[in-house]
Nanobody
Framework: QVQLVESGGGLVQAGETLRLTCTDS????????MNWYRQAPGKRRELVAG???????NYGVSMRGRFTISRDNAKSEVYLQMNNLKPEDTGVYYC????????????WGQGTQVTVFS
């Protein structure tokens, strides 16, 4: 079973840094590709970054060079380091896990709010 809880969101000024953490209380974390998504007000949910079970990252175009995704399988945690934040990064950030034999299922956390003001 996959149960995800995000933390680390907050209210910051443009140019500042935040680190989001997603903790999986299940027992098979190392087998799940993990992703961070975000949803801004009035917009569709978009992929921010993903990381494979072996630790290979991928990023949305607008996040490259500013965001870093990483995972610690021993702690069952995935992180999103966000540097040089911009007002357009504002939104609810969701942790996502892919699971199942073909990774056909999705698990989601409840989301954490990130607000960036100029």
């Amino acid at each position: 079973q996959v149960q995800l809880v995000e933390s680390g969101g907050g209210l910051v000024q443009a140019g500042e840094t935040l680190r989001l953490t997603c903790t999986d209380s299940g027992t098979l974390f190392s087998r799940h590709p993990m992703n961070w998504y975000r949803q801004a007000p009035g917009k569709r949910r978009e992929l921010v970054a993903g990381i494979t079970t072996s630790g290979s990252p991928n990023y949305g175009v607008s996040m490259r060079g500013r965001f870093t995704i990483s995972r610690d399988n021993a702690k069952s945690e995935v992180y999103l380091q966000m540097n040089n934040l911009k007002p357009e990064d504002t939104g609810v950030y969701y942790c996502n896990a892919k699971y199942g034999m073909d990774y056909q299922f999705d698990a989601w956390g409840q989301g954490t709010q990130v607000t960036v003001f100029s």
